[in-house]
């Protein structure tokens, strides 16, 4: 998993909406508001938001095991899992978005 994590890094999307978004791809959380509220707030405690540090993480990661009475073995299994699905489609979405960014050539 701390692979996956600083492969996020590299791509900047070690940030907080991110991270949500992994746990609730890996079906750690449900897709409840109040789950999503709970989890955020775990990282209320974290300076910088838009780049949340390996560390912080697995500190949050072992208080969504707690809170949510799952095994921490599980829970990082599970993201391990969904780890590179969510990257893949944070990079085809990065792609998709340069390649409307190239203008299209205009024939005559």
Avoid: C, H, Y
């Avoid at 998993?1 to 079906?27: H, P, R, T, Y």
């Avoid at 789950?35 to 300076?47: M, V």
């Avoid at 540090?53 to 799952?70: N, S, W």
């Amino acid at each position: 998993m701390d692979a996956i994590f600083n492969d996020l890094q590299k791509q900047g999307k070690n940030d907080v909406d991110s991270l949500v978004k992994w746990f609730k791809d890996s079906k750690i959380i449900d897709q409840t508001k109040e789950q999503e509220e709970k989890l955020r707030s775990f990282f209320n405690d974290i300076p910088d938001k838009k780049n949340v540090t390996i560390d912080k993480f697995k500190e949050v990661l072992t208080k969504v095991a707690g809170e949510f009475q799952k095994n921490v073995d599980v829970v990082t299994k599970q993201l391990a899992e969904t780890g590179p699905r969510m990257l893949q489609s944070l990079l085809g979405g990065a792609t998709s978005t340069l390649k409307d960014l190239i203008p299209k050539p205009k024939f005559l």
